[in-house]
């Protein structure tokens, strides 16, 4: 027995589980065409969002289509370590529990970091799951586990020994919170409402002799938002043609409150127009200035401790924040005459994403990773289309980013993580081996060292970015085509599954993952790493702001799918979702997406509770049918080719228009039987029932990508299924013949239908009441074989052909005139007011356009498009005019 009312809850643990019992999900190579898709692991300490909830509906819309289609389709799930994140977590639960971090060690903490990994880092995967993801759980992964930990200590040691990995001091993005650089990536900038301060340097050894606006006696002026570096200062600089400070050159000025000289000097960098045309340098606190200083041979004075504190070197306010120290800076700056004014003033600051610490830059040792050779190969196969993006505007982001890419800082001053694989001898000596042991085996080959221990060797603290890892992925996560401890072991998965075929992500992610780990893929694979990236918008609220939870403005993804269904959560996120488009989420959407599913539920309804006859003399499909027929076949060609061009939201929307307006709202109605008494229905004949179901059995499989849990429900129900048996694992639908001129015809005869209905509707005539309809046509046999649907559909009671004009209110479909006699079911003379007021209504509007179209100077400056148009609006005008009048006639 169907319920009356579909219930997601009700199906959607029960077939989810199915699936898992039968293992439709999981992989292992065969002879079949592989798929691969690779989720782009989300992080350890993550909870599903909204953007999750899109990036991961349309992965396995993609991976169900293929299952479909026959393929050995693979989802491979898993999580990232997430080192700043996840560090940053464990730091605060340690915090509660009255625990520093330092105090216990590295090897303790890592204890903590694991076992706050075991409890709380499965939690995402397991809510995929009521999204309905069909990944292989079986194959899922971690970037610290064992094996993938390995792959990427033996990356860094063969870069290492390419000479492709490098240990030195460059600037470097700082997180005073976390303690350790991040990457660009990391760095969220915002708007920040500062104060620019504009302060006074004394000139050394007397009073100046210039003049200018910014020049005062004995000072020069410059204006900075950070007057808390002014400690670390190593030099002034101005332009070298600046009038104004030429007398200047090789002078020197005075820090204040600190009062050490530093000299003047000269570049073209310092923008004359901009500011006082004053620049300070410092060089340990802007990247910029870090340039100059290396330029003209500058000292570096680092002011800042690891946590944002002044440290000895700034002199005064040793200890304090820098953000106290600011204020305390400004305050002594004015009460001694050093500030001429602080103005409120906008500008861009960098944010840590993890922390929301303001980034400091910092100069740093570090390790890098040289990118100029490495990522030419990553260039060039996305230019050719070897990799396609979609949608293809990103290529040109990509390119800039490539031809102008920066050797990338691979350490991070953290525990959580891969340990640099770096061991430090006593003497500074550098062995990067896999082990401390192979480090020791090299130490002693290399320096003859034979008395080396152990002991004798530290390895490096620090652990590598993240992203490190994570461009290791579509090859990592797959077993290594031979097992080095067998030479006769078979080909393994990495030659079955890569390179994988689809890569879903964010656009902000595609320079610092996405082209990393297609470097990766031509260093290590010699190939691309996927075929294709499908780039997703940003999931906004309805006033364009990205869904945050600091905002309040994202729903529960899980929320969502309790009130609406997984299937109409699914739907509502793509019915408004093209590639590369940000999202402006809408509950609607959602809404709209569980209308869906009650409307395909009511219909499965509607066609099992008929009664089929068992009348055998049908043999023949009615028409209606081979008109589905080829309306479906159609669709099945427009969707490949949405599918083909990754239009995922036009791809969905297709099939709504197919389900909910051609088959429910036309296909249906047609077939629907009549009634033999007041209150039986007649039953169907056997030929359109059973190709009703074909059709809907087909439906299924279309939707069934998009909306698993329900289509899986109606599968099963609609005929007998055998234990095992499911619709992911079914045939997708292919197209067959499409009839386009049964196709032109029925579109025609919905025009018909839709215009009598608007004429019943608009003169308020009850819609059971039948209307005579007459046809003006030299070619009636176009015409016959719709008589019935016309007469079914428009609730028509008599259809004659006629050579001259008829009786009635006329319309034109397709240069075929038709005539409406409503003549005893309206009001006449208020049916002559409403066709009078619109007639002179549009002889007005005929009237203006006419008045435009002799207007010589529109038409000579208007384009000729707007031209065409307008002369569209006067034929349009002219025929209405024509019409009404006639309908006038009509009317006596």
């Known amino acids: 027995m169907i319920s009356k009312t579909y219930n997601p809850t009700d199906i959607e643990a029960k077939w989810y589980q199915y699936w898992l019992e039968n293992r439709f999900f999981h992989s292992t190579p065969d002879d079949r065409e592989p798929y691969t898709i690779v989720i782009p692991p989300p992080n350890v300490t993550g909870v599903l969002h909204m953007g999750h909830m899109l990036n991961n509906t349309i992965q396995d819309v993609l991976v169900r289509k293929a299952r479909m289609e026959g393929k050995n389709a693979c989802w491979v799930a898993g999580t990232d370590h997430a080192s700043i994140a996840t560090e940053a977590k464990v730091v605060a639960m340690l915090k509660e529990r009255g625990i520093d971090k330092l105090s216990i060690g590295r090897e303790k903490f890592l204890e903590y970091a694991w076992e706050w990994t075991y409890k709380y880092g499965g939690i995402i995967l397991t809510q995929l799951r009521k999204l309905g993801a069909s990944c292989d ?58 104060k620019l301060c504009y302060i006074r340097y004394e000139i050394q050894g007397g009073h100046s002799d210039g003049a200018g606006s910014t020049l005062e006696k004995d000072y020069v002026t410059i204006a900075t938002v ?8 190593v030099a002034i600089a101005v332009h070298p043609d600046d009038e104004r400070y030429a007398h200047l050159h090789g002078k020197k000025v005075l820090i204040p409150l600190i009062n050490r000289a530093i000299p003047i000097i000269t570049d073209e960098y310092v923008t004359m127009d901009f500011g006082t045309g004053c620049l300070k340098v410092t060089p340990a606190h802007d990247p910029n200035d870090y340039a100059l200083g290396v330029k003209h041979n500058l000292p570096v004075i680092d002011i800042l401790n690891d946590d944002g504190t002044l440290n000895e070197k700034a002199q005064i306010f040793v200890g304090v924040d820098r953000f106290a120290a600011r204020k305390a800076i400004i305050k002594e700056l004015d009460e001694k005459g050093y500030l001429v004014v602080a103005e409120d003033y906008k500008s861009n600051v960098g944010f840590s994403e993890r922390t929301n610490a303001v980034i400091e830059p910092k100069l740093s040792l570090q390790w890098f990773l040289k990118m100029g050779d490495l990522s030419k190969p990553a260039l060039e196969n996305v230019m050719n289309d070897t990799i396609q993006l979609h949608p293809a505007k990103f290529k040109n982001m990509y390119r800039s980013w490539m031809e102008n890419v920066h050797d990338w ?6 525990w959580w993580g891969h340990q640099i694989p770096a061991f430090y001898m006593k003497d500074g000596r550098i062995i990067v081996a896999k082990t401390k042991q192979e480090a020791l085996r090299i130490a002693r080959e290399k320096y003859q060292l034979f008395a080396l221990s152990e002991t004798d060797l530290t390895q490096d603290e620090d652990v590598l970015d993240t992203w490190f890892s994570s461009w290791l992925w579509p090859m990592a996560v797959f077993k290594p085509s ?19 075929n689809d890569l879903v992500t964010a656009p902000e992610i595609l320079f610092f993952w996405v082209a990393r780990m297609i470097i990766a893929g031509y260093e290590y694979q010699g190939r691309e790493p996927f075929k294709n990236v499908y780039l997703t918008g940003i999931v906004r609220d309805k006033q364009g702001r990205k869904m945050s939870k600091s905002l309040g403005n994202s729903p529960d993804p899980l929320d969502l799918i309790e009130k609406f269904g997984a299937d109409g959560v699914r739907t509502g996120m793509l019915f408004s979702s093209p590639a590369g488009n940000d999202l402006l989420y809408d509950e609607k959407l959602v809404e709209q997406g569980r209308n869906f599913c009650n409307k395909i539920w009511n219909a499965f309804r509607l066609v099992k509770g008929w009664k089929v006859s068992d009348d055998t003399s049908v043999v023949e499909p009615p028409l209606a049918v081979l008109w589905f027929e080829s309306k479906l076949n159609q669709t099945l060609i427009d969707l490949e080719d949405h599918f083909s061009k990754y239009r995922m939201s036009d791809a969905l929307h297709t099939v709504y228009k197919l389900i909910w307006d051609d088959f429910c709202s036309q296909y249906l109605e047609m077939i629907k039987p009549g009634y033999e008494q007041q209150d039986q229905v007649r039953p169907i004949d056997k030929v359109t029932y059973d190709a009703t179901i074909d059709f809907f059995e087909r439906l299924m499989k279309l939707a069934h990508p998009f909306m698993p849990f329900i289509t899986e429900e109606i599968w099963q129900e609609i005929s007998e299924r055998q234990p095992g048996e499911s619709i992911c694992v079914s045939k997708y639908p292919t197209a067959g013949t499409v009839d386009k001129s049964l196709l032109a015809d029925f579109d025609m005869l919905f025009e018909i239908i839709s215009t009598v209905r608007n004429v019943r509707n608009s003169k308020q005539i009850n819609p059971k009441t039948e209307l005579p309809v007459a046809i003006k046509t030299d070619d009636k046999n176009r015409f016959t074989p719709l008589e019935g649907l016309i007469r079914k559909l428009a609730v028509v009671s008599d259809i004659n052909y006629v050579t001259e004009k008829a009786d009635g209110l006329s319309f034109m479909i397709r240069s075929v005139e038709f005539f409406v006699n409503i003549a005893g079911e309206i009001d006449v003379e208020q049916e002559r007011a409403n066709i009078e007021k ?46 009404l009048e006639e309908n006038l006639a009509a009317l006596g």
């Open 137 to 194: 759980w079986d194959r899922t992964r971690f970037t610290m586990e064992p094996a993938l930990y390995d792959a990427v200590i033996e990356t860094f040691v063969d870069l290492y020994n390419k000479g492709q990995i490098y240990r030195g001091i460059r600037m470097v993005n700082w997180d005073p919170q976390g303690r350790t650089a991040v990457s660009d990536e990391e760095v969220i900038t915002k708007e920040v409402q500062q």
């Open 226 to 233: 950070r007057p808390e570096t002014i400690m670390a200062d």
């Open 409 to 414: 800082c691979i350490s991070r001053q953290l």
């Open 482 to 500: 031979y097992d080095p401890n067998d030479p006769k072991a078979a080909p393994g998965d990495l030659d079955y599954y890569y390179p994988t």
């Open 838 to 883: 619109e007639l002179a209504y549009t002889k007005g509007f005929l009237e203006s356009v006419l008045k435009k179209l002799s207007n010589e100077k529109f038409v000579a400056n208007a384009k000729p498009d707007v031209i065409d148009r307008e002369r569209q609006k006067l034929a349009d005008a002219e025929a209405k005019i024509k019409t």
